[in-house]
């Protein structure tokens, strides 16, 4: 706007009505002068995401799959909780990681998205469902600190009080382990929680599930993390995807408790969303309550994830990849 000769407060009138009431043209923007609007046409456009999709599990999760201008298609889930509505959004186009538990990753990586393109899927759910998104999670598709830049501008402007108006302590980032990233977002000076996808205790089965551990592996994992709870005082989540007879058995809980002692941290077990091709199994409901208790034994808090629209195939990657994308 000071570009174009504007006063700088037409940049926070802008922002209102596209991330708060939605806009989809510049023409929309009414509180801006006509000829003001045209110059505008000419520069910038507002785009939408296309949806090719959406979903709705009988326990009420809500899953969409998205086109993107280039043809590439992401995936969204709207999670409710009571009065909560957990949004769960992509970050990149497929994933470069090649987690072998996940569908996302059995297709590689297409690209990173931009900013704009992670926050529209905020604001096409809205759009869609008609609910207040409350919290957002960055656990869909792709690896966040892989597009570190992009994700960090879009929190923003997802808790910007003329963006979307979330708080920023209703925002978490997950990442599989990028280290570099973990220690510059202990720098950002934001109220985002971080959350660690481990999915095992030791470095000989991390390396089989999350094969960026074999660049940074357990040790410097728990070093970064435990320099960002020095430095923020936030706690770090660490997700845990349970599969039977590979991480759930009690010499994992043992070590991952030895791992953990003395953090302030959050433990949440998942129960594997079974991908038919990769020939994996969830841990019985026996091995997970042995594991929480283990863990939960040595003073560690721990939750076991409720089990979520495994009937939309809500788990990453899972409809895009069924539907031939």
């Not at 504007?6 to 002068?33: C, F, G, H, K």
């Not at 969204?76 to 990753?105: E, H």
């Not at 990442?175 to 973990?182: E, F, L, Q």
């Not at 995807?241 to 953090?263: C, F, K, T, Y």
Request: charged share 25%; proline share 4%.
């Amino acid at each position: 706007m000071e570009e174009l000769g504007e006063p700088r407060y037409r940049a926070e009138q802008m922002m209102r009505w596209i991330y708060q009431q939605d806009a989809a043209s510049i023409d929309e923007v009414t509180n801006l002068s006509k000829a003001l609007r045209q110059r505008l046409s000419r520069l910038v456009e507002i785009e939408r995401l296309q949806v090719e999709t959406c979903e709705q599990s009988v326990d009420g999760t809500r899953k969409f799959l998205f086109r993107l201008r280039d043809g590439a298609t992401i995936e969204a889930v709207l999670i409710p909780d009571g009065p909560r509505r957990t949004a769960c959004i992509s970050s990149q186009a497929g994933c470069g990681i090649g987690c072998p538990f996940c569908a996302t990753g059995l297709g590689g990586l297409v690209r990173n998205l931009r900013a704009g393109e992670i926050v529209d899927q905020i604001l096409a759910i809205q759009r869609l469902t008609g609910e207040r998104v409350s919290h957002v999670v960055f656990m869909g598709m792709g690896e966040p600190f892989a597009n570190y830049a992009q994700v960090i501008k879009a929190a923003r402007l997802l808790s910007d009080r003329c963006g979307v108006g979330l708080g920023a302590r209703r925002l978490t980032i997950s990442t599989s382990g990028v280290v570099p990233a973990i220690r510059r977002f202990s720098e950002e000076r934001v109220q985002f929680g971080l959350a660690i996808s481990l999915h095992a205790a030791t470095d000989e089965v991390r390396n089989i599930l999350v094969p960026l551990n074999r660049k940074y592996p357990i040790a410097e994992l728990m070093d970064a993390c435990r320099e960002y709870v020095a430095r923020t005082n936030r706690r770090v989540t660490f997700e845990y995807v349970m599969i039977r007879d590979l991480n759930d058995g009690p010499d994992q809980a043992e070590r991952l408790a030895e791992l953990l002692s003395g953090m302030l941290c959050h433990v949440n077990l998942i129960p594997l969303n079974p991908v038919p091709e990769t020939g994996l199994e969830r841990s019985t409901p026996e091995a997970i309550r042995r594991f929480a208790a283990i863990v939960k034994g040595a003073g560690i808090e721990v939750t076991t994830r409720r089990e979520r629209g495994t009937d939309i195939q809500a788990a990453c990657g899972q409809l895009r990849r069924s539907r031939g994308r």
